[in-house]
T-cell receptor
């Protein structure tokens, strides 16, 4: 089955700096890679996702890059703000279809702390 | 609130008791997923329903666990003879099927189970 490794487990930055979180996956058939933000005691919320037919996607201060050959994808947050502090999870799945049902395999999470 | 809802939000039980959780997905979302999240870890897939059919189960789902979605709307997850190792957050997620394979899974707030 799929295995997703996420690094670092904790990340501390100053407000305004950039933050990068990296994930690797094992299943070459995975083709959908979402990133979720989870605040303490709250539900995971999607912040950005990418499909395997593109190499990069950007949404304001957040971007995701994907290297299919290396089976590696990264989250980039620029101009970090204290409200970006949370736990971030990467995930991988096969897009639903045929015998694939779209279950997500998550990384272990990164605790991001942005200091004012 | 038209998002995914779960009930109860918290459950404390004694070892050996049975517990049942409910998930109400977003209306018309025919895909429903259950995940389990332990402290400091990413969510782990438990089971998947498409409408009323349970199409995939993780090996994490022991014989003590059973899930149903009888009318293809809400779902229940029952744990029999609870063990301390069952203590976790149980998350439900849903998404629609259809063209373009819309992938985002919308998570509920979770049910936090504590087994004493």
């Amino acid at each position: 089955g799929e295995n997703v490794e996420q690094h670092p487990s904790t990340l501390s930055v100053q407000e305004g700096d950039s933050a990068v979180i990296k994930c690797t996956y094992s299943d070459s058939a995975s083709n959908y890679f979402p990133w979720y933000k989870q605040e303490l005691g709250k539900r995971p919320q999607l912040i950005i996702d990418i499909r395997s037919n593109v190499g990069e996607k950007k949404d304001q201060r957040i971007a995701v890059t994907l290297n299919k050959t290396a089976k590696h994808f990264s989250l980039h947050i620029t101009e970090t703000q204290p409200e970006d502090s949370a736990v971030y999870f990467c995930a991988a799945s096969r897009i639903p279809g045929g015998t694939s049902y779209g279950k997500l395999t998550f990384g272990q999470g990164t605790i991001l702390t942005v200091h004012p | 609130d038209t998002g995914v809802s779960q009930d109860p939000r918290h459950k404390i039980t004694k070892r050996g008791q049975n517990v049942t959780f409910r998930c109400d997905p977003i209306s018309e979302h025919n895909r429903l997923y259950w995940y389990r999240q332990t402290l400091g870890q990413g969510p782990e897939f438990l089971t998947y329903f498409q409408n009323e059919a349970q199409l995939e189960k993780s090996r994490l789902l022991s014989d003590r666990f059973s899930a149903e979605r009888p009318k293809g709307s809400f779902s229940t997850l029952e744990i029999q003879r609870t063990e301390q190792g069952d203590s976790a957050m149980y998350l439900c997620a849903s998404n629609p099927s259809g063209l373009a394979a819309y992938n985002e899974q919308f998570f509920g707030p979770g049910t936090r189970l504590t087994v004493l």
